[in-house]
């Protein structure tokens, strides 16, 4: 059954078996540093949901996605499609994707979080079968240009992971969120933007 989100001006459709639009997703696209023009690429894009979200906050993205699932990847070009948007999803493994190294001003990605082995389950879509953490920051660092940004949301508890896999691909960590249900409960989701070939030094937001 096909399930519908509206998001601002754009319309988001999913059929099941393709992961559906949560939170994380909606908090990654509002933190995100984007400006108009740029050149956009989500890495496991699943339906487009980022790239729909992305588009509604500037205007005249060049818009890219990576999905290794196919029946996601074809998900994702009808929505840009039925939104009249013009962009490329390409259906394969982004740690392989021909794309230009360099190319990109802003990279983003709602990656799985838990590792092979972590004691988490779920599939590809929430454990690192298909693409580890350390791939993932590998490809970020090769496709966003320098002076590029790469913004990605995860598990507060793997923090270190985080940075550690940025640093080793010339990403450094400049701006980072954590987000919780209420203020009675632990940070539930890390948000962190880094800027390809920056200088030390990280900003840590509230709100």
Request: charged share 20%.
């Amino acid at each position: 059954m096909k399930k519908t989100e509206q998001l601002g001006p754009y319309t988001l459709s999913w059929d099941s078996g393709v992961f559906p639009l949560g939170g994380d997703a909606l908090a990654l696209a509002a933190f995100s540093t984007v400006r108009p023009g740029w050149r956009v690429c989500d890495l496991g894009t699943g339906s487009g949901a980022l790239l729909l979200l992305l588009a509604g906050r500037e205007s005249g993205l060049s818009l890219t996605g990576v999905e290794i699932d196919s029946l996601s990847a074809r998900t994702a070009r009808e929505n840009l499609t039925a939104n009249r948007l013009s962009g490329e999803i390409i259906a394969g493994d982004l740690r392989t994707a021909s794309l230009p190294a360099g190319g990109f001003d802003l990279v983003v990605s709602n990656p799985p979080y838990f590792p092979v082995g972590g004691g988490k389950s779920g599939g590809p879509a929430r454990s690192e079968e298909c693409c580890c953490l350390e791939e993932l920051c590998a490809a970020a660092g090769r496709l966003a240009k320098n002076g590029g940004r790469f913004a990605l949301c995860h598990r507060p508890e793997r923090l270190a992971d985080v940075i550690c896999a940025l640093r080793a691909n010339r990403l450094e960590p400049k701006r980072m969120k954590l987000l919780s249900h209420s203020p009675e409960h632990p940070p539930s989701l890390l948000l962190l933007e880094a800027v390809k070939q920056g200088r030390p030094g990280l900003r840590v937001e509230t709100g």
